[in-house]
């Protein structure tokens, strides 16, 4: 088993040197095979095929034989080969079971990898032809190049079948590479494609590798398996930034990965590439402590190229990490001198911090919202990180307006309003605190552009604020007519004047969207409240959720069932008897609901109340009494829901409304009403066009009951 890990291990990696040693001392032909085609060791490979008898003329090995047949020029044998193995792993399909993707994974990877050897064979023919006539265009080679590009595996996939794939394409390479070696006879064109090619697979690989956190084997890749000195800029400058990638995840070998960069020319990249470069110059700098030159480096990536994204994000997070610092400091120094204080010794001189916290909390702000306007996915998972920091801001520019809340104000139109989707109802609980001048009109814009986004929330934030509002709002008009009355000065609480005032918030957005989108503000409201109205849970459906929480709630008393009832679940109870008698009282009053039959009757209270109200007689002595009682409501209620609940409803019966909204065009877009789109597509956090809206074209006429 120890063995068995330790090759699959090795192969993952790329060892082939050592696999090939290990095969040779063991004398283990499959394993020598596996390795010497990938080491491009031509003749070691034939020399074992040809000893037939210890091998398994299997899939893998008729692949192997179709590689080396083609590797000499023998087109024909290879396209046999080839046919061979392409049967053997039909044969192995249908031996598969018919559910599942597991077992069939591996085969289909062996199935991408003949249908590029089928391809490679195309390739050996088109040359050959080519050989033989002049200003020959070579199609069919240039239009499987073009889709080598395009059909990769999944970067989650094994490293083992991304070194499979790309190992072999980089032998088809050099082949190609031989063919047109004479630049003055086939055109500059058909010169570089080989090198263009190969410099591709090869940096792919080096970055799979990375990805994958196999950083050695990413480096080897770099450094041995192209071999040629002639490379396309474009892809010279992506060598240099897959090294640059694998090294600053090698914690010790930094400085190595700093020296690459710090030697490589740039005069030949472009603007944007040499703005990459500095920016990984950049990250080098930070890892390896250099604060001040990683911000140098950082700035001049930015100067070469405005547009670049990722070096937003890399100057943000390091702002960011320069501030935590800068604050950390200046906590430590406070300490000191109210030690200094305390000891009477005189205080120790400041640190000599190059800014102030306040001025890198605004950099790393502006920062992440630059890398956000320029599309970087990384800087818009950094809006939380913003939201937190709007929510701590400080009035460090001393004139009531934080440093966040500044640059939130003055960079937010900038943004897409999409990016915001993910984080409305971070932004309704920011009505309630200090940042609601900044919060409130990010909403308003999202009202305006994108109301269905923001409608279903806010409504839920008005409708939990409106009783409180109202509470605070008669409490203040108390205290000012008592104020009054008693001719004293009137001081209005702080608490209460910020609960009306995120509720006032709230209303002022939603009002914004009404005005902007007046139909549609009723089109939505209508539906809600008739699905709200019509199809709630039922007092006994509510009754018994409520006994089932009281149940578990015994359970987790950590008393013996013979103890006393818990005086915190003796008020529990009081309260729910309390509801079922209001309840019924409603009840009587408005007569049955109609919907299901006899449930509506308040017998079934009644006796709840009497069994489970402390104030009755009939109430349970003990906890484990208690919890005996609970249970058996419990199936009660479970059984007359069972019985008598229908399994499905009618909407024409019971919501005939919302039937004729929809009839009459309410989700249309040609209706009479606005269009009303599928709520929660908006959650994914990704821009929607108008033609990837979703409406909502029809309620279904039954609806199931759960």
Avoid at 549 to 564: E, I, M, N, P, T
Avoid at 656 to 677: D, N
């Amino acid at each position: 088993l120890w063995v068995e890990q330790w090759l699959g291990c090795a192969r993952q990696l790329g060892h082939w040197d050592m696999l090939s040693e290990y095969a040779r001392m063991t004398d283990n032909h499959e394993i020598a095979v596996d390795c010497l085609w990938r080491l491009s060791d031509w003749q070691s490979l034939k020399d074992t095929l040809n000893n037939k008898a210890q091998l398994d003329e299997g899939v893998s090995t008729l692949m192997t034989r179709a590689y080396l047949a083609l590797q000499e020029g023998d087109v024909t044998n290879g396209d046999m080969r080839t046919a061979q193995a392409m049967d053997a792993a039909l044969r192995r399909w249908w031996q598969l079971p018919p559910v599942g993707c597991t077992p069939q994974l591996p085969l289909l990877q062996v199935f991408q990898q003949l249908v590029e050897l089928k391809e490679s064979v195309r390739i050996m023919y088109d040359l050959a032809n080519g050989n033989h006539v002049s200003n020959h265009p070579f199609a069919d080679m240039r239009e499987i190049m073009e889709s080598w590009r395009l059909r990769q595996p999944n970067e989650w996939e094994s490293p083992l079948h991304w070194q499979d794939l790309l190992l072999w394409r980089n032998q088809i390479h050099n082949v190609v590479i031989n063919a047109f070696s004479n630049a003055e006879y086939v055109g500059p064109q058909l010169h570089q494609l080989g090198y263009k090619e190969k410099a591709w697979s090869v940096n792919r690989l080096a970055a799979i590798m990375t990805i994958h956190g196999c950083t050695d084997s990413a480096l080897t890749v770099l450094n041995t398996m192209y071999g040629y000195s002639v490379m396309e800029m474009q892809e010279a400058f992506v060598k240099i930034r897959e090294q640059a990638k694998a090294y600053l995840d090698r914690q010790n070998e930094l400085q190595a990965g700093a020296n690459i960069l710090a030697t490589s020319n740039l005069d030949y990249f472009q603007p944007h590439h040499q703005s990459e470069v500095f920016r990984l110059k950049g990250m080098f700098q930070q890892a390896l402590d250099d604060s001040l030159e990683a911000h140098t480096s950082f700035s001049t990536s930015l100067c070469l190229w405005k547009q670049n994204a990722d070096a937003w994000l890399a100057w943000g997070q390091h702002c960011d990490r320069s501030y935590e610092a800068a604050c950390q400091q200046a906590a430590a120094y406070q300490q000191q001198l109210a030690t200094a204080a305390v000891q009477k010794v005189p205080p120790p001189p400041p640190p000599s911090a190059p800014l102030q916290p306040s001025n890198y909390l605004e950099y790393a702000v502006y920062c992440y919202l630059q890398g956000v306007r320029f599309g970087s996915a990384q800087a818009r998972g950094m809006l939380p990180r913003v939201l937190r920091l709007l929510s701590f801001d400080n009035d460090a520019a001393g004139a009531g307006v934080g440093v966040v809340g500044a640059q939130l104000d003055r960079n937010a139109p900038d943004l897409p309003l999409w990016v915001w989707f993910l984080w409305i109802p971070q932004l309704l609980a920011s009505l309630q605190r200090a940042e609601a001048k900044h919060a409130k009109p990010l909403l308003a814009a999202l009202a305006v552009a994108y109301p269905q986004s923001v409608y279903y929330s806010l409504r839920t934030y008005l409708l939990s604020m409106r009783e409180g509002a109202l509470k605070a709002s008669q409490e203040l008009a108390r205290a000012k007519a008592r104020a009054a009355e008693e001719r004293t000065e009137y001081a209005p609480d702080a608490a209460r004047l910020a609960e009306i005032s995120a509720f006032e918030l709230g209303k002022e957005v939603m009002e914004v969207l009404r005005q902007k989108n007046p139909q549609l503000g009723v089109t939505l409201e209508q539906i809600l409240q008739d699905i709200g109205s019509k199809f709630a849970p039922r007092s006994e459906e509510r009754l018994l959720s409520v006994v089932t929480a009281l149940l578990h709630r015994c359970y987790k008393v950590a008393f013996s069932g013979q103890a006393d009832v818990p005086q915190p679940l003796r008020q529990e109870l009081a309260g729910v008897c309390k509801a079922c008698l209001q309840g019924d009282s409603r009840s009587s009053a408005n007569g049955s609901d109609g919907r299901g039959g006899g449930l509506g009757h308040g017998a079934l209270r009644e006796a709840f109340v009497r069994d489970m109200s402390p104030s009755e007689p009939t109430f349970p002595k003990s906890l484990g009494d208690l919890a005996e009682s609970l249970k058996s409501w419990r199936n009660r209620l479970q059984a007359e829901l069972d019985d008598k609940m229908p399994g499905q409803l009618w909407l024409e019966e019971e919501c005939r409304t919302l039937s004729e909204l929809i009839q009459r065009g309410g989700a249309s877009s040609t209706g009479s009403v606005e269009p009303v789109e599928m709520p929660g597509q908006y959650l994914s956090g990704t821009e929607i066009g108008a033609d990837g809206v979703v409406l909502l074209e029809a309620i279904s006429c039954n609806v199931a009951i759960v």
